[in-house]
C-alpha cells in the first residue's frame, strides 16, 4: 500500500450538494492527520487537522477510521469558493519525522 | 504578524547557474522543509531540517543544497547539476514532530 493514496478525481459537484473523499494510509502508527486545500498556483493551506476519530468545523467533517487506515473529509451545502485541491497529509514514519502528503483530490463546484 | 516568507515569487535563470531561494520565519517553529511541485504533481520532498546546523536530504535531494545556521533561515540552492530545475517550490515549517506544516506562498522558478 503507498503511503497516502487518494482518489484524483475531478469531483464536479452542483454548488449546495455534499461530496465526500477518502484518503487511504499505510502507517498503522500514525497519530496525526491533517487536510489541506490549494487553491490552483497558490501553497496548501491547513484545512484541519484530525487527532481521534474525527474533527467537525462548519460545513466541513473529517473522520477517522484507524482499524481501515483511511480518514475521510465531508464537506456539506458546497459553495463556489470551496473549488481547490484537497490533499490528505499522514506522518510518514514511526517516529512521525515528517508529514507525507497526498496527491490530492480536484474538487470543482458548479453554479 | 506571525508567518513564512519565500522570495522572490518569481524567479527567472539562465541554464547553467545556481540559484538560491530565500524561506524565512517568525514562528519560533524548530522544522523547516523545502518541497518542489511540477504541474499537476504532488508535493515531493527535497531536504528538511529538524533542528539547527542540521539537516537531511528528502526524496530528490540531488541537485540541491540547503544551510540551516538559524533558526528563521531555511535557504535552498538550485544547483547546475539539477537536470530539471523549472517548478514551483515550496518552503514550510512546523512545531516539530507530527505537528502540522505551514507553508510560504512558494517560489516559481523558471530556467532558460
Known amino acids: 500500500r503507498k503511503e497516502v493514496e487518494q482518489d484524483p478525481g475531478p469531483f464536479n459537484v452542483p454548488e449546495g450538494a455534499t461530496v465526500a473523499f477518502n484518503c487511504t494510509y499505510s502507517?498503522?502508527?500514525?497519530?496525526?492527520f491533517f487536510w489541506y486545500r490549494q487553491d490552483c498556483r497558490k501553497e496548501p493551506k491547513l484545512l484541519m487537522s484530525v487527532y481521534s476519530s474525527g474533527n467537525e468545523d462548519g460545513r466541513f467533517t473529517a473522520q477517522l477510521n484507524r482499524a481501515s487506515q483511511y480518514i475521510s473529509l465531508l464537506i456539506r451545502d458546497s459553495k463556489l469558493s470551496d473549488s481547490a485541491t484537497y490533499l490528505c497529509?499522514?506522518?510518514?514514519?514511526?517516529?512521525?519525522?515528517?508529514?507525507?502528503f497526498g496527491t490530492g483530490t480536484r474538487l470543482t463546484i458548479i453554479p | 504578524d506571525g508567518g513564512i516568507t519565500q522570495s522572490p515569487k518569481y524567479l527567472f535563470r539562465k541554464e547553467g547557474q545556481n540559484v538560491t531561494l530565500s524561506c524565512e520565519q517568525n514562528l519560533n517553529h524548530d522544522a523547516m522543509y523545502w518541497y518542489r511541485q511540477d504541474p499537476g504533481q504532488g508535493l515531493r520532498l527535497i531536504y528538511y531540517s529538524q533542528i539547527v546546523n542540521d539537516f537531511q536530504k528528502g526524496d530528490i535531494a540531488e541537485g540541491y543544497s540547503v544551510s540551516r545556521e538559524k533558526k528563521e533561515s531555511f535557504p535552498l540552492t538550485v544547483t547546475s547539476a539539477q537536470k530539471n530545475p523549472t517548478a514551483f517550490y515550496l518552503c514550510?515549517?512546523?512545531?516539530?514532530?507530527?505537528?502540522?506544516?505551514?507553508f510560504g506562498q512558494g517560489t516559481r522558478l523558471t530556467v532558460v
Open positions: 502507517n498503522s502508527a500514525s497519530q496525526s
Open positions: 497529509v499522514v506522518p510518514t514514519n514511526f517516529g512521525n519525522e515528517k508529514l507525507t
Open positions: 514550510a515549517s512546523s512545531m516539530g514532530r507530527g505537528d502540522p506544516y505551514f
